[in-house]
């Protein structure tokens, strides 16, 4: 089966096209942050970057970053934590009941979230906890979790048992083969979870509606300025949040590939 | 050594099992409790009634359940149109592109969806970057595209992109290429190579694409506020009203168990007809 030249570059055209379009309403939030007025229309005359200036001295804006920080910080700290043992479960032993696990593990990420939220608001409220940013861990923590485990489950596929079967033979221990072979084998696996997990609990807008109670994160927060009419501060809000999450990523990027050429230069000299 | 496998295998699945039983299906079994309680009540210590659920039919909230299920249908068709020839092109003919697409995708699932959807609406609103710029350079003008049922279904399909995409990529990936080659050796038309091999061989990740667009987009809320400005009302957001200003936790839980039903089943229908550790790429 050949693919003609005019298929192909038609593909390729369609492949920018599509990404053009993802991009194109945080297009209109970057503009819309760097307009002047404080009632927004397009075109935009004049250009200010003052609101940013208001964002950053403004102490809500101070809270609500440091709410979500805590909350994706604890929540990546447990996601690779549980994420780990359970993509092992998941994808590396034969045990009697891994294939309801399996399904199990998929079912949270298949569910509304917005539903699910107020499920939890329900559950805390007949057990008698006030909800607040903790409560918010746990709901985040019900989608997250699962995420992380499939993507180390990836990483623990593609590895070959007979690396652990080795170590066993020679006389490894349990945690031995754990802590020596295991571990360093799904790291890259590991890490990626921990990265989606902390972007993913940082973005989240749904399952932290219902859950925070009198605390509140950047996009609750966000919505709660969207629904209620249009504030210059939304935009600006909206762009800080998202170059938080591009200098993670930039800078996890740039450690990755620090390492790999640095390993890749060891692996020569050896 | 198969029975240390075995133990080790339930051991490392304990965390993740203790977190979902006390934070998932806990919670459901209380929202089960709550939508046989009479209505308007706060605590479990009533004597049942299921009233709750006869008022679906004689208020019309059927009407939103409905609107929920229409648009997330007719947003998974067209995620399935758009996607298709991409998916195809992604795991057929492009090569380093692939990645390309794949992170600049996967870096919008990390934006907030409602700072995307927000995005739209300074798109799209009048005076927003089409028509305004329209209006300025053209002479053009309109009414803004937004408060509608088809901008609600534009923003189902904008935002379960990802998830309709990268599982057909997946899916088309595990079709091999010599049975595609074979086919046409045997003089099949290009249509009959997609309807008889790739369509077939691709299914396991058509049913995960689809299965997952239809089931968060018939959940979602986010669109239908932001960009449909309320022009229909979706069962989303009939459950929070009922939980917020209507006060009427049963009412609120009820609904939520119809549309859990209705999710539930076709989730756990479409899950296990396909083999994950298939999809996932398992060694042996």
């Known amino acids: 089966m050949r693919i003609g030249r005019a298929t192909r570059i038609a593909l390729y055209l369609y492949g920018v096209l599509v990404i053009a379009f993802l991009y194109l309403p945080l297009l209109s939030v970057g503009f819309a942050s760097v307009s002047k007025a404080r009632y927004l229309t397009f075109p935009i005359k004049r250009y200010a970057f003052q609101w940013y200036g208001k964002a950053l001295e403004s102490y809500t804006v101070q809270d609500l970053l440091w709410t979500s920080l805590s909350i994706a910080g604890i929540v990546t700290v447990i996601s690779m934590i549980v994420g780990f043992f359970g993509a092992l479960a998941f994808a590396r032993y034969q045990w009697r009941f891994r294939g309801v696990f399996q399904k199990l593990i998929l079912l949270p990420i298949f569910f509304p979230q917005a539903v699910l939220g107020l499920a939890l608001l329900m559950w805390f409220n007949s057990i008698g906890i006030i909800p607040d940013w903790k409560t918010a861990v746990v709901a985040h923590l019900v989608w997250i979790s699962p995420i992380a485990t499939l993507v180390i489950a990836i990483r623990a596929y593609s590895f070959d048992p007979a690396l652990e079967e080795a170590a066993r033979d020679m006389g490894a221990s349990t945690w031995v083969v754990l802590k020596e072979v295991t571990g360093p084998l799904l790291m890259p696996g590991v890490i990626s979870a921990g990265l989606f997990s902390f972007l993913l609990s940082w973005g989240n807008f749904p399952l932290s509606l219902f859950t925070t109670g009198a605390d509140s994160t950047l996009p609750e927060w966000l919505y709660a300025k969207m629904v209620s009419g249009y504030s210059p501060l939304v935009p600006t809000v909206g762009i800080l949040s998202i170059a938080t999450s591009m200098i993670l990523l930039i800078v996890a990027f740039t450690i990755y590939w620090f390492v790999r050429s640095a390993r890749e230069r060891g692996a020569r000299i050896i | 050594m198969e029975r240390s496998d075995r133990k080790i295998g339930f051991l490392s699945a304990v965390p993740i099992t203790v977190i979902l039983m006390l934070s998932f299906t806990a ?211 009939e459950i929070e009203t009922a939980f917020t200003y209507g006060q009427n936790w049963p009412l609120g839980s009820a609904l939520s168990i119809i549309l859990i039903i209705i999710i539930g089943s076709l989730a756990v229908f479409g899950v296990s007809r396909v083999d994950l550790d298939k999809i996932m790429g398992r060694r042996r």
């Open chain 2, 27 to 237: 919670p459901l079994l209380v929202v089960l409790l709550f939508s046989v309680m009479p209505p308007k009540v706060f605590t479990l210590a009533h004597v049942p009634d299921f009233s709750s659920y006869g008022v679906l039919f004689s208020q019309g909230y059927y009407r939103s359940l409905l609107w929920s299920l229409g648009t997330a249908l007719a947003a998974t068709v067209l995620l399935f149109l758009i996607c298709w020839p991409l998916a195809f092109a992604m795991a057929k003919v492009f090569k380093g592109f692939t990645l390309f697409i794949t992170v600049a995708v996967v870096i919008t699932l990390f934006v907030s969806e409602n700072i995307r959807l927000f995005g739209w609406v300074l798109t799209l609103m009048k005076g927003g970057l089409i028509e305004g710029h329209l209006r300025a350079w053209v002479g053009w003008s309109f009414e803004g595209a937004l408060y509608n049922v088809p901008v609600i279904i534009f923003g189902l399909v904008y935002v379960y992109f990802p998830f309709m995409l990268f599982p057909l990529v997946q899916g088309i990936s595990m079709v091999p290429d010599d049975a595609r080659q074979a086919a046409a050796d045997l003089g099949a038309t290009r249509r009959q190579i997609f309807w008889e091999v790739d369509l077939p061989l691709s299914a396991p990740g058509i049913v995960i694409g689809s299965l997952l667009t239809f089931v968060l987009g018939a959940g979602a809320l986010a669109e239908s506020k932001l960009l449909g400005g309320q022009a229909v009302i979706v069962i989303a957001d």
